[in-house]
């Protein structure tokens, strides 16, 4: 079955880097799109970036433009974020996601992995 | 910075109707906005309930149906079961990117 999984999250301070991973595996990685999307403590959810299926297109929030990277590595099934310069507001649960809005029964997410900015 | 506007909550009766909205700030919400739902409950991860303005997947119980409505996206709930008590949000795309509404806390009550 489809899985996704995310690493990486920790705690980290005001200014510093991260880079989240996200493991796929159960579709064909290669033909399709994927998202991060967080989650602070608490609060809704917000789209964070979206990344075509070959790499060629990458979109980000406001929120997170010019600090954050969206890639993948279809040779390894795998996923990224890269955050620079990070904020205390950036803390939040990250999750993975295919999130095909145009399209049924392709929406899978993984469980989530917890960035916490402080200092 | 495009808001995506829902009501913060709302309470239904089991086995009553609701109907839950999402606005946008840029303007009425149309079919090329491609209004997603989701329902989020407690320590969960989200589910896609409706995808396309309208369409339900094939675990979308048939209760739950979307819509257009007044410039708006609509999520009505039929039928209220006390499972269906959860954070609801909205998902608009503006070709390219995205952005989830604030979300809706339906208390089943």
């Known amino acids: 079955q489809v899985q996704l999984v995310e690493s990486g999250g920790g705690v980290v301070q005001p200014g510093k880097s991260l880079r989240l991973s996200c493991a796929v595996s159960?579709?064909?990685?290669?033909?399709?799109?994927v998202h991060w999307v967080r989650q602070a403590p608490g609060k809704g959810l917000e789209w964070v970036a979206v990344?075509?299926?070959?790499?060629?297109?990458?979109y980000y929030a406001d929120s997170v433009k010019g600090r954050f990277t969206i890639s993948r590595d279809n040779s390894k099934n795998t996923l990224y974020l890269q955050m620079n310069s990070l904020r205390t507001e950036d803390t939040a649960v990250y999750y993975c996601?295919?999130?095909?809005?145009?399209?049924?029964?392709?929406?899978?997410w993984g469980q989530g992995t917890l960035v916490t900015v402080s200092s | 910075q495009t808001v995506v506007t829902q009501e913060p909550s709302l309470t239904v009766s089991p086995g009553g109707t609701v109907t839950l909205t999402c606005a946008s700030s840029?303007?009425?919400?149309?079919?090329?906005?491609?209004p997603n739902w989701f329902q989020q409950k407690p320590g969960q991860a989200p589910r896609a309930l409706i995808y396309?303005?309208?369409y339900k997947h094939s675990w979308t119980p048939a209760r739950f149906s979307g819509s257009l409505l007044g410039g708006k996206a609509a999520l009505t709930l039929s039928g209220v079961q006390p499972e269906d008590e959860a954070e609801y949000y909205c998902?608009?795309?503006?070709?390219?990117?995205?952005?989830f509404g604030t979300g809706t806390k339906v208390t089943v009550l």
């Open positions: 159960g579709f064909t990685f290669n033909s399709y799109g």
């Open positions: 840029t303007g009425a919400v149309t079919s090329g906005y491609y």
């Open positions: 396309g303005t309208n």
């Open positions: 990344i075509s299926y070959d790499g060629s297109n990458k």
């Open positions: 998902l608009l795309y503006y070709g390219g990117a995205y952005v």
């Open positions: 996601a295919t999130l095909d809005v145009f399209n049924a029964d392709f929406d899978h």
